[in-house]
């Protein structure tokens, strides 16, 4: 197994095979034994395709969800410039 720290990166048409083959009836032991990947990776790779065609976490969003995350980001670039902007005026103030 890999280490948690640094995962593995898996291409997508891998994982597609995988779950192809573990829903195809393959069992979940021999199939985790043989490509050396934990059953929660397996369970979530055949959940995702399940209910989304794909296993990957941006092609699950909505263009709302999406838009969401893009605000979300840039409101804390946002407030990290106003941050930064406050301690150089108080830094400034007192020379």
């Not at 990166?9 to 192809?20: D, N």
Request: proline letters at 4%.
């Amino acid at each position: 197994m890999a280490d948690p720290k640094h995962p593995r990166k898996f291409e997508e048409g891998f994982k597609r095979q995988v779950v192809q083959l573990y829903d195809n009836g393959k069992s979940p032991k021999e199939t985790r034994d043989e490509y050396d990947i934990c059953s929660s990776t397996l369970r979530r790779w055949a959940k995702a395709m399940r209910e989304n065609g794909s296993t990957r976490a941006k092609d699950d969003k909505t263009p709302d969800q999406e838009r969401v995350i893009e605000l979300e980001r840039e409101n804390k670039r946002l407030r990290m410039e106003v941050d930064v902007s406050r301690t150089a005026a108080l830094i400034f103030a007192r020379r």
